[in-house]
T-cell receptor, first 117, second 114 residues
Framework: KAGVTQTPRYLIKTRGQQVTLSCSPI?????VSWYQQTPGQGLQFLFE???????NKGNFPGRFSGRQFSNSRSEMNVSTLELGDSALYLC????????????????FGSGTRLTVV | QKEVEQNSGPLSVPEGAIASLNCTYS??????FFWYRQYSGKSPELIMS????GDKEDGRFTAQLNKASQYVSLLIRDSQPSDSATYLC??????????????FGQGTILTVHP
């Protein structure tokens, strides 16, 4: 059974550019969340999607956006990149099928390492 | 105050010993708790989940939850060098329209020395 697949694995971008990261969840998982991990802030929640709808959003500026497609695949976009956006971006999927069904753990992908120069 | 706080590390234990990792949380709406293990340069891997007060055992791992004290712990028995990693505690506040935003602690680095 394939895990959560994130592409690309590594990215180097210049300040001011934009970037799109992709995530394919485990087959059958419809809930997808994104997290940013940095040495200073740890793992921070970006947003979560279910059935193509954003259900929750973390405290990140509007430059961070995402979407989910009908096949549950998800993308996140960061516009006008800043040096501080350099981080490991992690996507996670869950079998949760309804709100409140938080008893399902999230499985993480390998992440996309973004470096902004 | 951070929503999820883990005991400060790093934690070093000898091989074969019990490693005890602790976590407290401030959001009483958190219903489910998870322990993730993250090796250096890798992504977090789910090792235990717990939703009810009490203990839950899985092999060498035991998770404990006390909702009244807002406390979660993870015990690793017969620690092995391969257990050396960062352990992340996370709480989920699924409910309403949320499917389970995870709030993570800062992590505890565990080193098991031979």
């Amino acid at each position: 059974k394939a895990g959560v697949t994130q592409t690309p694995r590594y990215l180097i971008k210049t300040r001011g550019q934009q970037v799109t990261l992709s995530c394919s969840p485990i087959s059958g998982h419809r809930s997808v969340s994104w997290y940013q991990q940095t040495p200073g802030q740890g793992l921070q929640f970006l947003f979560e999607y279910f059935s193509e709808t954003q259900r929750n959003k973390g405290n990140f500026p509007g430059r961070f956006s995402g979407r989910q497609f009908s096949n549950s695949r998800s993308e996140m976009n960061v516009s006008t990149l800043e040096l501080g956006d350099s981080a490991l971006y992690l996507c996670a999927s869950s079998l949760a099928l309804s709100p409140g069904a938080g008893n399902y753990g999230y499985t993480f992908g390998s992440g996309t390492r973004l470096t902004v120069v | 105050q951070k929503e999820v706080e883990q005991n400060s590390g790093p934690l070093s234990v000898p091989e074969g010993a019990i490693a005890s990792l602790n976590c407290t949380y401030s959001d009483r709406g958190s219903q489910s708790f998870f322990w993730y293990r993250q090796y250096s340069g890798k992504s977090p891997e789910l090792i235990m989940s717990i939703y009810s007060n009490g203990d839950k055992e899985d092999g060498r791992f035991t998770a404990q939850l006390n909702k009244a004290s807002q406390y979660v712990s993870l015990l690793i028995r017969d620690s092995q060098p391969s257990d050396s990693a960062t352990y992340l505690c996370a709480g989920s506040n699924a409910g309403g329209t949320s499917y389970g935003k995870l709030t993570f602690g800062q992590g505890t680095i565990l080193t098991v020395h031979p």
